[in-house]
């Protein structure tokens, strides 16, 4: 069994802030005997608009900021999942990336955002270039399997699908759900959805205030929130048991009878679809 924090909170533009704050927050979750915490997509800096300031912002996964993270999940003996704004050699765009840095203090697993935010009126592919589809990587912590997917990669269900396939039992989704009309339905409703329709434990940390729309959680695989919070900064912790996803999977063998897989499409075939269904 692993004991999980999400952590909520609202990072601001200035990264030594965030910082301090996600040092508040890892201090907390491992004084509650967590062995993972996960924080916020953007973690290391938001502002309300996407402008160049993302892209003044941005480090490479060898800089300052990462380093204070691996420092911190040495420090308190914890694994720490957080979303950064990586450098890229392109310069004028950046990645969004979720790292987990176990407690050794070593990057395992990272994860660059495959769907950008380019809906409900918000561009993030004017500064930010998706990541490559590639095998995803997983990582485990006290035997449990953790696979990672950010915010806008939630309406996408084979993004969660292609992690449970490659194994994982329990989905780590950072975020910046921004708020607006039924936005926070959507999210509490995804939230779940994903978690019954693959049967694993889904371990969602949103930012609040300004920039994003709160309600982080922790669901078990029957749908089930174990503990969330509201619109203020804090954290929600739960316990992820294995043996509730084998007696889960036991009742509801959704994996096992699936008849579809999940296949990667082209550019060209996306469009094609596009203009039949137009």
Not at 46 to 68: I, K, N, Y
Not at 249 to 261: G, M
């Amino acid at each position: 069994m692993v004991v999980c924090s999400v952590a909520q909170f609202a990072p601001g533009d200035d990264k030594s802030v965030n910082l301090s704050t996600i040092g508040r927050l890892v201090a907390q979750a491992a004084a509650q005997g967590s062995a993972l915490v996960v924080f916020p997509e953007y973690s290391m800096f938001t502002v309300p608009v996407m402008d160049e300031r993302f892209l003044e912002s941005a480090e490479h996964v060898d800089g300052q900021f990462v380093a204070q993270l691996k420092e911190l999940a040495r420090a308190h003996a914890i694994a720490i999942v957080c979303g950064i704004n990586e450098a890229t050699d392109e310069g004028s765009r950046i990645h969004n990336t979720l790292l987990a840095v176990d407690t050794h203090g070593e990057v395992v697993a990272a994860y660059r955002k495959l769907h950008l935010y380019d809906a409900f009126g918000y561009t993030e592919s004017s500064l930010v270039s998706p990541g490559p589809v590639e095998p995803p990587q997983t990582f485990t912590v006290e035997g449990l399997r953790f696979g990672m997917q950010t915010c806008y990669d939630l309406r996408f269900p084979e993004v969660t699908r292609r992690l449970v396939d490659a194994g994982v039992d329990a989905v780590l989704m950072p975020a910046e759900w921004v708020p607006g009309p039924l936005k926070e339905d959507h999210w509490t409703t995804l939230l779940r959805a994903r978690a019954i329709e693959n049967t694993v434990y889904l371990a969602a940390a949103d930012q609040c205030g300004r920039s994003g729309a709160g309600n982080s959680m922790i669901v078990d695989p029957m749908g089930v929130v174990l503990a969330s919070l509201g619109e203020e900064d804090g954290l929600a912790t739960a316990t992820l048991d294995p043996s509730r996803i084998a007696r889960v999977r036991e009742k509801n063998p959704a994996i096992r009878l699936r008849r579809f897989s999940v296949v990667e499409t082209s550019a060209q075939q996306r469009s094609d679809a596009v203009t039949e269904f137009a």
